[in-house]
Every structure is written in structure tokens, then in C-alpha cells.
């Protein structure tokens, strides 16, 4: 009799992948799969592939490194022709003023400071929050660009918990897993300072060259749930 808990590989090509997806997209029009990949606005109508590119210089500052690592892809690329246009002359100002700054003193700065982080996060578009941007269907720009970079401040127990338990779900990570782990503050593209993205932590190769990100979730539904259980559950908690 075959266990049911026997993991059984199945060899499926990109082609069936892709027509798996497409099927799925068909069929649920207005699932969340199907949003994330055409926005609700239709704004994206190609995808472009994101090609990593390592870098083999390892003598060079780490966050160097990580600068010029993550602004080398075909995305960020293609981003450098889109054209800003500003409405106002104030506009333009603000963003010499606010945005065109030297990214790997953000990247330390940031790092070493929650206000920096703060104030240099304030009016650009960043990785925690894009998705509402993304998906965003309504018409109402200006009200939602005033909503979006001019937040009301909270904190609630699913926050507090979030903070107080990333690093040490990060820890358990590193212990875990072996593998080298680097925190940084705010990483900005150069050639498009209106984007960052603060990373829960960035996973080395052997080389010491950035490979892969970390993201950390700490749910507050699993505050409430013993070791064993939630081993049962997810593939992913490790112990």
C-alpha cells in the first residue's frame, strides 16, 4: 500500500507550467493570480524577464556589492526610459531634493538609523507597499498618492508581533540553514531613486556575492499554536 505522506515527483515542463497558468487565469479572471499578473489597471502588458546578473568582483564593499547587484537587471534597465513628468515645477523640486541622493550612503545610513530609514522611505515607492499601487483600480490619483505617501501612523498587535519575533525567526534561519545572511538598510536604484526596498535579510553564495532575498513572516495566528502542531501544518517552520 502506497503511503500517503510519500512525496512523488512528477517531470513538468515549462510548456505545461505556462499552460497550467494560463488556464488558471482563463478560468478565475479576477482571482488574485490573475490581478498580480495584469494589475487592475492593465498599466503592465509585457512581462520582462529579470536577469541577474553576478557580479565576480569580491573585494569590493559589501554594500557596493549589493547596490550594483540589485540595479543590474533588465527590469530596473527599462525603468531608466520611462519618462517622470512632474505637474508642477514643485514637483520636480521635491524629487531632485528628496530622491536624487547618493543610494549607498541611504544604504548605510538607513541601516543604522529608524528615523533615516523613515524620512528617506517617505516619498518613494517601496517593495512593502507597491502592491496597492499595482492593483489599485480607482481613478482618484491625487487623492490616493496623498493617502499613499502621507499615511496615518499605527500599530497594532499583528505589527508589534511582526517586530518583535523577524529577528529571531532570522536566527533560526541562519542556525538552520547555514547559510550567510547580511541585513542592510534601504537599497535604492540609482537610475530610478523614486523606488527602495529594505529587505529582510540577503542570503551570500560561497563567493560572498548576493544570491537570494530573505522575507520573514511572523503570522500572529501562530502565536497560538504549539511546536508540533505547527510543524504538522507548514512545510516551512522549521524547529
Known amino acids: 500500500m502506497e503511503c500517503i505522506k510519500k512525496i512523488v515527483e512528477y517531470a513538468v515542463t515549462n510548456d505545461i507550467l505556462t499552460k497550467i497558468y494560463g488556464n488558471l487565469i482563463t478560468a478565475l479572471p479576477n482571482s488574485a493570480l490573475a490581478l498580480h499578473k495584469t494589475g487592475r489597471n492593465n498599466v503592465v502588458e509585457n512581462e520582462i524577464e529579470i536577469v541577474e546578473h553576478i557580479c565576480e568582483e569580491t ?20 525603468l531608466t526610459h520611462l519618462e517622470i513628468q512632474f505637474v508642477n515645477s514643485c ?12 543610494v549607498c550612503k541611504i544604504l548605510i545610513e538607513t541601516k543604522q538609523s529608524k528615523a533615516e530609514w523613515l524620512s528617506e522611505r517617505k516619498f518613494r515607492i517601496t517593495g512593502s507597499r507597491i502592491y496597492e499601487i499595482y492593483t489599485y483600480k480607482g481613478q482618484d490619483w491625487p487623492r ?3 493617502r499613499y505617501f502621507f499615511p496615518k501612523g499605527f500599530s497594532n498587535k499583528f505589527t508589534q508581533h511582526g517586530i518583535q519575533y523577524e529577528e529571531i525567526a532570522r536566527r533560526v534561519f ?20 523614486w523606488l527602495g526596498y ?9 563567493n560572498q556575492v548576493p544570491e537570494q532575498l530573505l522575507e520573514i513572516k511572523c503570522p500572529f495566528a501562530g502565536k497560538f499554536i504549539v511546536p508540533t502542531f505547527a510543524k504538522i501544518l507548514s512545510n516551512y517552520v522549521i524547529f
Not at 569590493?60 to 530596473?76: F, G, V, Y
Not at 541562519?174 to 531613486?193: D, K, M
Request: glycine share 4%.
Open 144 to 146: 490616493k498618492s496623498n
Open 174 to 193: 541562519i542556525n538552520t540553514t547555514g547559510l550567510a545572511v547580511i541585513e542592510c538598510g534601504l537599497v535604492v536604484s540609482e537610475f530610478n531613486p
Open 59 to 78: 573585494s569590493i564593499d559589501t554594500e557596493m556589492l549589493l547596490l550594483n547587484h540589485a540595479t543590474q537587471s533588465t527590469l530596473m534597465m527599462e
Open 198 to 206: 529594505s529587505p529582510d535579510g540577503i542570503i551570500l553564495s560561497c
Open 91 to 102: 514637483c520636480q523640486d521635491l524629487y531632485k531634493k528628496k530622491l536624487e541622493k547618493n
